[in-house]
């Protein structure tokens, strides 16, 4: 991959605050939210299931997509909406009379 800012690993975006938010669960007991140095250093170095109830997490929909790379355009995360638009857009066209029905199995 390349070596720009936007195709970085997801867990180098906690070092920047702007696209941090914060994660509250108080359900089980009073706020434990860690600085946000120390939940990017357990990021990178842990991983796996938090200490904490309260988390930092990333505002995935307003980072920016500046090419049209699988990782920019959040592929794996739209592949569903992609093929029920698919799915969709062929029922229209069979229902239309532009195509003749599913194709054949070879």
Same mark, same amino acid.
Do not use: S, Y
């Given at each position: 991959m390349s070596r720009t800012r936007v195709h970085r690993p997801f867990r180098t975006w906690f070092?920047?605050?702007q696209w941090c938010?914060?994660?509250h669960d108080?359900?089980?007991?009073?706020?434990?939210?860690?600085?946000?140095?120390? @939940?990017?250093? @357990?990021?990178?170095?842990v991983g796996g299931t938090p200490p904490w109830r309260c988390v930092w997490e990333l505002r995935l929909g307003s980072m920016p997509r500046?090419?049209?790379?699988r990782l920019c355009t959040l592929?794996?995360?739209n592949r569903e909406d992609r093929r029920r638009g698919r799915?969709?857009?062929?029922? @229209?066209?069979?229902?239309?009379? @532009?195509?003749?029905?599913p194709p054949h199995p070879r």
């Open positions: 070092d920047d605050p938010v914060e994660l108080h359900r089980t007991g009073p706020c434990d939210l860690p600085p946000l140095a120390e @939940w990017r250093e @357990w990021i990178n170095r500046l090419c049209g790379c592929h794996d995360l799915h969709q857009a062929r029922a @229209w066209l069979r229902a239309e009379g @532009w195509v003749d029905g």
